[in-house]
């Protein structure tokens, strides 16, 4: 059926369908990380978004050094250097609307953001841990951090939406007839180059091999001498890198909002979830199905576009009901 | 199968179930009778404990029946099949925790009228004489276990050995008719389980409940069972007494001649 | 475990309800310069919203914190009982700018005698906004409640989710974001407009009353036995031959039928619904703060979060008004925001029973029994005494 939807959408909605690749593949990103921490650590976690979010905004203090100043509609630069100092960071290259710097604060928000999950996991779930708490615990607790890092965030970067570059986007043509922003063909390769990445490490690698072990069986996982607590710390950040490429090639996409994180929430579970809890390549069609459901089903007539984040749950909800283990499975 | 030809409480018939590519239990038979001890023993593994499940529901069987009493059990959900008089417990003990010891045993006795919500609000006397009937009851089994001194304790504080008597006292608190014990012995101590053998023998004799049990302890198999059942793999290998078990030359190559020689 | 070895140091509550109190009387007193028929205003209209949120958290801690059914959703159950209670009560749309379906205020001015038409629309709404809330419940347990715990809360938001969506959208139905204005007060012709904040404030605290004494007897009974056995081990129960599924579903209605009244009091209290107050935050997180603050488990402690949490609200809203540094002053509202998040943690980790735990025996009448027969065995540990197991 979705087979059939996605045929017709090619046919029929070949822009609406460009763009939901696109953001597809930064929901498959977002989806991945969720998956492994689900997997991993069996809860459903609710600062996910957020810390899209927040990588995101990270990436713009160290491309720009800029905060909020004490009055609103006014910023502060905070950060004696930045990214864009580095000699010829911000010239745009080839036709993208940013230069390599881009890609340094990328990297750069990516093991801070590792780093806070890390941290964050140290200071809060490792206690919940010890303490044999349910899950459902875990999931309140990661409420609670998603909404201290949104307010974080406001607090920082005040409420007013903010881009990286104010350059124009160039469109660039591909065959078949196919419009891109030259932005959008660099997220979908930068999303499909991490994701291959990410198998390779999950896939490939002992690592990858002890944090499938524990996502199957965690008591069999201690016994067989893993470090449960290396390997979730490992899990993190694996986590928190797949979030900051993903929160910053979002903010690419559309711009920086503190709003992201929750509107994030829904669609990021329901790629997780339709792709089977726990199932990496699973988790990765996930997000390329909703997020072309979602970018198709807004150019319908008699939907409007206010709906786009409602199809991920009506998506989400017919996945429960039909086959709630997901459609590729429940594995890691 | 039936050794000493009385009726058969519990009937377990070609029961297959499989876990992914792992068939826990493959192809298993074997039957209870009416009013014996049966013991179930058989390496880590072997499938009893998925068996204790699928008998009281917990698990759907991919194939074969169990019947009780000559009726098919297997399709009923687990609340279903305790109303049908068969209980069990648990090897790792699943005491509610943030109750009292007291509570964890109310909550057994089947059909409450203050388990429907209106009756608390308006017919609060015909819960209060039930409430007094079941405390009284619950009383009576915990002086019965002895751990009457517990009853206002949370259950989480319980030893692990209290925490067993407390999962065996739950089964006294409605009428049995087959309890099944997963290894009652495991962590209780030499008194206690004394203790835990006369209880059980005495609720066989005064009330005529059957009792089917797992257990790696062989001295309390010994001291416990009328007949024993050995389970490898999946599958029943032998059924008989003790004695005639541990001449069994299947049993002690699969069971007794490898881990526990 | 902290949570069962508690005899939890009895002081804190009494001292936060006392400092919040404090406060409260203090800050508004000072900035009115004394004046107290100010403070005493003040002082109605924080209580009447503590009562209206107090009633969802009591709903929330019949699903959550007696039955672990873990709805993060209480925004969708607000949404319908609001809106349901406003569109029965209103009279039927007319003129440009507004649109919504129902309006059957004059409909329902069905007695001849003592006002009718002041309250009967009111509880006729009242019934509607509950019913409504619990049906969608009921429906969404079909689906979901059979599932994991975690995938509920993700069923709930989306629910919530999509619910504020459709308010939002379809404008022929509530009036999309130019809302329902002008929705009637419950008895609001029988009293003087600068005297009704008093009356309003009886009205919304003894249904919190009334709410509070259902509740509470069901919960103190055989029933609420049941529920806490299940959120403390669904295997267990379902092995003390429980339907654990029957009884879940329960409580989950009976949750959601609880805020979708609350949804309908906030109707009246408020007399006018915008989409834009119903955020996720406000709607579902603020009170899942408030009762894992208060207690989970304890009816009262549902009712001391919501009165701690939304005083300390009200606080850092007056502190507003005073001449803060800029760079304070405008990040107020996420400070707030900061130290909520940062409290439920704070909770979670520091004190899981939370302001006041729940009680050690569930059953009322176990309580009395063991009231009659005091006598345990000579020698033996009595409460909270058995910290050293």
Redesign the interface.
């Known amino acids: 059926m979705i087979l059939l939807f996605l045929i017709w959408a090619v046919i029929d909605r070949r822009d609406a369908v460009v763009i939901g690749v696109v953001e597809g593949s930064i929901l498959a990103l977002g989806a991945v990380g969720l998956t492994l921490v689900y997997g991993v650590l069996k809860f459903a976690h609710f600062a996910h978004g957020d810390s899209m979010m927040l990588s995101a905004y990270c990436a713009f203090l160290l491309l720009s050094g800029v905060v909020s100043g004490s009055r609103p509609g006014v910023d502060a630069e905070v950060l004696p250097i930045t990214v864009s100092d580095l000699p010829g960071a911000t010239t745009e290259v080839w036709k993208f609307s940013f230069g390599y710097g881009l890609l340094v604060a990328m990297a750069l928000s990516a093991l801070v953001t590792s780093g806070i999950l890390v941290v964050l996991d140290r200071l809060v779930y490792r206690r919940l841990r010890q303490r044999k708490s349910g899950i459902v615990i875990f999931s309140i607790a990661s409420l609670g951090l998603a909404i201290a890092i949104r307010s974080l965030v406001l607090m920082v970067w005040g409420p007013t939406p903010r881009k990286y570059t104010t350059t124009v986007r160039e469109n660039i043509d591909l065959p078949f007839d196919i419009t891109i922003l030259a932005d959008q063909l660099f997220i979908l390769a930068a999303a499909i180059t991490v994701t291959v990445l990410a198998y390779i490490l999950l896939f490939r690698t002992k690592l990858g091999k002890a944090m499938r072990a524990m996502a199957d069986n965690p008591e069999l996982a201690l016994i067989s001498g893993i470090r449960t607590e290396l390997v979730i710390a490992l899990t993190w950040a694996l986590a928190g890198g797949l979030v900051a490429v993903a929160g910053v090639l979002l903010a690419l996409q559309a711009q920086l909002d503190p709003q992201l994180g929750f509107v994030l929430l829904l669609p990021l579970f329901a790629a997780a979830i339709l792709g089977g809890v726990g199932n990496p390549q699973g988790a990765f069609f996930g997000g390329m199905i909703v997020g072309i459901v979602q970018a198709v089903v807004v150019t319908f007539d008699f939907l409007s576009p206010g709906y786009k984040f409602s199809v991920a749950f009506v998506i989400l909800i017919l996945i429960l009901l039909i086959r709630p283990r997901g459609l590729f499975g429940a594995r890691l | 199968m039936t050794g000493d030809g009385t009726a058969a409480i519990l009937a377990v018939d070609n029961v297959t179930k499989s876990f992914g590519g792992l068939r826990a239990v493959d192809g298993c038979s074997l039957t209870v009778s009416e009013g014996s001890i049966t013991g179930l023993i058989g390496p880590n593994g072997a499938g009893k404990t998925t068996l204790f499940n699928i008998v009281t529901g917990f698990l759907k069987p991919d194939s074969g029946r169990i019947l009780f009493r000559d009726d098919r059990i297997d399709p009923l959900p687990p609340h279903q099949i305790f109303r049908q008089g068969v209980l069990r417990t648990f090897q790792i003990p699943r005491e509610l925790k943030g109750m009292t010891v007291l509570e964890n045993l109310m909550l057994v006795p089947p059909g409450q009228a203050g388990e429907t919500v209106w009756n608390p609000w308006f017919f609060r006397s015909r819960v209060a004489r039930q409430e007094e009937a079941n405390f009284v009851k619950a009383l009576e089994v915990l002086e019965f276990v002895e751990l009457g001194h517990l009853r206002d304790e949370y259950a989480a504080t319980l030893s692990g050995g209290q925490k067993k008597l407390l999962e065996l006292a739950r089964t006294l608190m409605c009428d049995a008719r087959l309890i099944l014990l997963d290894e009652p012995g495991a962590g209780v101590n030499r008194v206690l389980m004394k203790k835990l053998v006369a209880d059980i023998e005495r609720l066989r004799r005064e009330i005529g409940i059957t009792f089917f049990v797992i257990e790696h302890d062989m001295d309390l198999v010994a001291q416990l069972c009328d007949t024993v059942i050995v389970m490898s793999e999946g599958k029943t290998l032998a059924q008989g007494t003790l004695d005639e078990i541990k001449r069994d030359d299947r049993v002690l190559q699969a069971y007794l001649g490898g881990q526990y020689r | ?4 070895r508690a005899k939890p140091s009895s002081f804190i509550a009494p001292a936060t309800v006392a400092l919040v109190t404090a406060l409260l009387i203090a800050i508004p007193f000072e900035r009115s310069n004394g004046d107290t028929s100010g403070v005493i205003s003040f002082l109605v209209s924080f209580l009447t919203f503590v009562a209206i949120y107090a009633i969802f958290t009591l709903g929330l801690n019949v699903q959550w914190g007696y039955s ?1 059914v ?1 709805n ?1 959703g209480v925004l969708g159950f607000f949404m319908l009982g609001a809106y349901t209670a406003a569109i029965v009560t209103k009279e039927p749309a007319s003129g440009s700018f507004t649109d919504y379906i129902g309006g059957f205020g004059g409909d329902l001015n069905l007695l001849p005698w003592l006002s009718s038409e002041q309250w009967l629309p009111h509880l006729v709404g009242l019934a509607a906004a509950a019913g409504v809330a619990g049906l969608v419940a009921l429906l969404l347990s079909v ?2 409640l059979r ?1 994991r ?3 509920l ?3 709930t ?3 919530a ?2 619910l504020r ?1 459709v308010v ?2 379809e404008t022929w139905l509530v009036n999309g974001t130019r809302g329902l204005t002008g929705i009637p007060r419950p008895l609001g012709g029988l009293v003087g407009s600068t005297d009704y904040k008093y009356l309003l404030l009886a009205i919304c605290g003894g249904f919190l009353v009334l709410t509070y004494f ?1 509740i509470e ?2 919960i ?4 609420g ?2 529920l ?2 299940l ?3 669904e ?10 599924f029957a009884f879940k579903m ?1 409580s989950f209605v ?1 949750g959601a039928a609880i805020m979708g009244a609350g949804g309908a009091i906030y109707a009246y209290a408020s007399s006018s619904l915008t989409p834009e107050v119903f955020t ?2 406000f709607a579902t ?1 603020l009170f ?2 408030m009762l ?1 603050l208060g207690g989970s ?1 304890n009816n009262r402690g549902a009712i001391v979060g919501a009165y701690v949490l939304w005083g300390f609200w009200t606080i850092t809203l007056q502190f507003q008004s005073y001449d803060l ?3 304070l002053q ?2 107020m ?6 130290v ?6 704070a909770v ?2 520091l004190r ?1 029973a939370g302001l006041l735990p ?1 009680r ?4 009322i ?2 309580e009395r ?2 009231r009659r027969r005091p006598a ?2 000579a ?5 909270g005494a ?2 050293n ?1």
């Open positions: 475990m902290p949570r069962f672990g873990f993060f689906t979901a599932l715990d975690d995938y809360a993700i069923a938001i989306g629910v989710e999509v969506r939002i959208e259902l007897r069901a103190r009974s055989p029933w036995r049941v806490m056995a959120r403390e081990d295997m267990a129960t379902e092995a003390s031959g429980k339907n654990v329960q009976m996720h935050f997180f899942w703060a894992i488990g540094p800029d760079l405008t990040r509202p996420y400070i707030r925001e900061l909520l998040g940062g409290l439920i943690v979670l980790l899981p729940q050690r025996q569930v059953s009448w176990v029994q063991l345990a065995p020698g033996s540990p009595t409460e058995s910290s197991r």
